[in-house]
Each structure stands twice: as structure tokens, then as C-alpha cells.
């Protein structure tokens, strides 16, 4: 059957084209490959077979605001600081004391 592409993928690239390319009725593709109907139909109307993303389109942080973000990938690029020297330097205001203490990092 060859290669799953992810966890989730219930079909393969070869399976999918095989779907699209059926003359056969979604409920006997779906028994042929042990997969559901509506899985079948997704693949016989879509265009390709390459599988679609499903993470977040642009990924960022969920924790930074997206000005935090920048300034400290600007400050990282500027001084090419390690992550950690990084976060020591810019986020000392944002991080609690009880969470990181400055003097925990390695000189």
C-alpha cells in the first residue's frame, strides 16, 4: 500500500489516486480500502493527492505578543546570542523570578 504520511492519514498518495481516478461508487471504494465515505469523496473532489497541512498556516508564539517576538528575533540576529543568553537578556521583564532566575543560566 506504501508509505502513511502522517498518524492520521488513513490513505497514501497511491490510494488516493487510485480513488480519483475510480469509476467505482464511494461506498465500494470506501469497503476496498476500509476507509469512510466521506473520506472517499474528499479524495475523489479534490485536485491533487498531496495531503494538506494541518498546523496553523503561520506559525508563532503563543506565549509572546508579536512585537516581543520580533524584538527578540531582531536582538538574537544582531548579537547571535544562544536561545538561552537571549531570553535571559530580553524577557527579564516578562518572566516571573519564580519561573527563571537569571543566575540559574550557565556563563
Not at 503561520?58 to 544562544?82: C, G
Request: aromatic letters at 6%; hydrophobic letters at 35%.
Amino acid at each position: 500500500m506504501g508509505q502513511v504520511l502522517h498518524g492520521s492519514a488513513k490513505t497514501t498518495e497511491a490510494v488516493r489516486r487510485a480513488i480519483q481516478h475510480s469509476q467505482e461508487s464511494l461506498r465500494g471504494l470506501a469497503k476496498r480500502y476500509g476507509i469512510n465515505r466521506k473520506t472517499v469523496a474528499k479524495w475523489k473532489r479534490r485536485a491533487s493527492v498531496a495531503d494538506l497541512s494541518t498546523g496553523p498556516k503561520e506559525p508563532r508564539s503563543t506565549v509572546l505578543s508579536i512585537e516581543d517576538e520580533a524584538d527578540i528575533v531582531a536582538s538574537r540576529r544582531y548579537t547571535l546570542l544562544p536561545l538561552f543568553r537571549a531570553v535571559r537578556t530580553e524577557l527579564q521583564d516578562i518572566i516571573s523570578a519564580h519561573i527563571w532566575k537569571p543566575t540559574t543560566f550557565p556563563e
